[in-house]
């Protein structure tokens, strides 16, 4: 099963559930979700699977296309009339020899207008995740590798750095610095996102185009998945700037 791209009716799709947000109309358009939303995520999972594998041995494909995706529904006490969804899904990669929650990972998402290609770690407060175990103990040590390292390949290439802190809200956390210039002031970080947008009307959304497109974009960016979730001492082989 080849990778047959996202298409118009999958924005659409995004669009009109950000104006129709509850589960009357979801249920009315769920054919339209599943065509164009969850297959071509499920082509586009078969597609990346072998690169995955040879990127990281752990980054396995799952059982079902649905276990690398989040959840569309919100959960929690929701109102009855909405909203009921998220207006964006994503496809993940991530160790799966842990709970995916306790890892970083690399992900594509999409939305209303365009598609994410990106990074991302959080800290969920569990104690064994990669945020408090790796990621802040190793910026105490080596935020000048790190720093290094962005500079060398991310700036001018279009991401966009985010970090989050604790805030009020559904999930709790508001937008900090982006990247703090010490060691200590990136403890109180709950997550941080490294990510670069393509829009719908994009030549690189077309099959062949998009795959390379993530191929090369995960390349770029595993060395921050290494440095924040990586427990193996030859770790910084990865970041030679």
């Known amino acids: ?49 072998p690169f995955m594998l040879e990127l990281n041995g752990s980054f396995k494909p799952g059982d079902t296309a649905e276990e690398h995706l989040s959840r569309i529904e919100l959960t929690g006490e929701l109102p009855p009339e909405g909203p009921h969804y998220k207006t964006s899904l994503y496809q993940f990669w991530w160790n799966a020899e842990i709970p995916r929650l306790c890892d970083g990972h690399l992900h594509v998402g999409i939305g209303a207008d365009a598609v994410t290609l990106g990074f991302s770690i959080y800290d969920w407060s569990y104690d064994k995740g990669r945020m408090r175990e790796v990621f802040k103990p190793r910026l105490r040590g080596h935020l000048s590798l790190l720093d290094d390292y962005i500079k060398a390949n991310y700036l001018r290439r279009g991401f966009e750095f985010r970090r989050f802190v604790r805030g009020a809200g559904r999930l709790g956390l508001r937008e900090g610095e982006a990247f ?62």
């Open 1 to 49: 099963m080849s990778f047959q791209g996202f298409r118009a009716e999958s924005f659409q799709f995004f669009r009109e559930l950000t104006l129709n947000n509850h589960r009357l109309w979801f249920e009315s358009q769920r054919e339209v979700y599943e065509e164009f939303v969850l297959t071509p995520f499920a082509e586009l999972e078969q597609e990346l699977a």
């Open 180 to 241: 703090p210039c010490r060691g200590a002031q990136w403890q109180d970080t709950l997550g941080w996102v490294v990510s670069r947008q393509i829009h719908e009307n994009s030549s690189r959304l077309t099959p062949g185009s998009f795959v390379t497109e993530c191929k090369s974009t995960f390349e770029r960016l595993y060395p921050l998945y290494v440095f924040s979730s990586d427990m193996r001492p030859d770790w910084r082989d990865a970041l030679q700037v």
